[in-house]
């Protein structure tokens, strides 16, 4: 959401003005936002975000071919308690 939430910034740059499609309160933060990082504020923002998210889903990809672990059977037991009481 908050990647949307900057992608749909309307914030001027250079001689261009385009038309607000934000809530005035939010898009004038924006705008302030966009003017003191000379407009790169909101790119940056949201090419480090999409950078994030894309390496999480590798991430995931790779957590999900790993092999699940199973429960150790009597035959792969550590000690066997029956030939020590013996």
């Known amino acids: 959401e908050f990647t949307d939430l900057l992608t749909q910034d309307r914030s001027p740059l250079g001689n261009s003005r385009p038309a607000p499609i934000l809530e005035p309160g939010i898009q004038s933060c924006l705008t302030h936002f966009s003017l003191i ?45 029956e030939s020590e009481a013996e």
């Open 37 to 81: 990082t000379h407009g790169f504020g909101s790119p940056a923002i949201c090419a480090a975000m999409t950078s994030l998210q894309n390496y999480l889903n590798e991430a995931l990809k790779q957590v999900d071919k790993m092999p699940l672990p199973t429960a150790p059977t009597k035959s792969t037991r550590w000690t066997n308690t």
